[in-house]
T-cell receptor, first 112, second 113 residues
Framework: SQQGEEDPQALSIQEGENATMNCSYK?????LQWYRQNSGRGLVHLIL?????REKHSGRLRVTLDTSKKSSSLLITASRAADTASYFC????????????FGKGTKLSVIP | DTGVSQDPRHKITKRGQNVTFRCDPI?????LYWYRQTLGQGPEFLTY????????KSRLLSDRFSAERPKGSFSTLEIQRTEQGDSAMYLC???????????FGPGTRLTVT
């Protein structure tokens, strides 16, 4: 079963614009991770935010976490055509948080 | 840079055949994970190793699925008597500690005809 739900399912923007993707989850978590997947390829880890953190930055990426609302957002600023990919949130829960539970992803298209 | 590698990258097999996939994790990572991803879905957790010990296998999809990590380095995932529903991308990931970032390999795409 899938814990996270990304929203929107698909997003199309012009190069240079910002892209915001949201993730909601159902049960308590230890951490939340965002991954990128280019079509038919493996997943690339973007950022991990722990349950006691509220915001994290990495380059053009900004992730927020609101545990009271059980939601997270990923903001990509100044998007590039190379950002075109599917983006997944994954929650780690339970002892050791070894099991990641993924959502269905947001498909981002950045138009040059 | 030696990331996670998987072999083969593609496998086409006939229904009823057995298949085995290999995963080589990042060398200093002692945690290893297998996931399955079907079209339009996120990856689904299958099993987890800490060194050579398989600590979680209840999520393996059926008793036709088994995984090993005999020396705590590479791992294999075997599917016996394949069915068309087994067609999917099989992903391997590794991490240094449980709860850390998991680094994924490129996946093995299985097609069962």
């Amino acid at each position: 079963s899938q814990q996270g739900e990304e929203d929107p399912q698909a997003l199309s923007i012009q190069e240079g614009e910002n892209a915001t993707m949201n993730c909601s989850y159902k049960t308590s978590i230890n951490n939340l991770q965002w991954y990128r997947q280019n079509s038919g390829r493996g997943l690339v880890h973007l950022i991990l935010i722990r349950s006691n953190e509220r915001e994290k930055h990495s380059g053009r990426l900004r992730v927020t976490l609101d545990t009271s609302k059980k939601s997270s957002s990923l903001l990509i600023t100044a998007s590039r055509a190379a950002d075109t990919a599917s983006y997944f949130c994954a929650t780690g829960s339970g002892a050791g948080s070894y099991q990641l539970t993924f959502g269905k992803g947001t498909k981002l298209s950045v138009i040059p | 840079d030696t990331g996670v590698s998987q072999d083969p990258r593609h496998k086409i097999t006939k229904r009823g055949q057995n298949v085995t996939f290999r995963c080589d994790p990042i060398s200093e990572h002692n945690r290893l994970y297998w996931y399955r991803q079907t079209l339009g879905q996120g990856p689904e957790f299958l099993t987890y190793f800490q060194n050579e010990a398989q600590l979680e296998k209840s999520r393996l999809l059926s008793d036709r699925f088994s995984a090993e990590r005999p020396k705590g380095s590479f791992s294999t995932l075997e599917i016996q008597r394949t069915e068309q529903g087994d067609s999917a991308m099989y992903l391997c990931a590794s991490s240094f500690l449980a709860g850390d970032e998991q680094y994924f390999g490129p996946g093995t795409r299985l097609t069962v005809t």
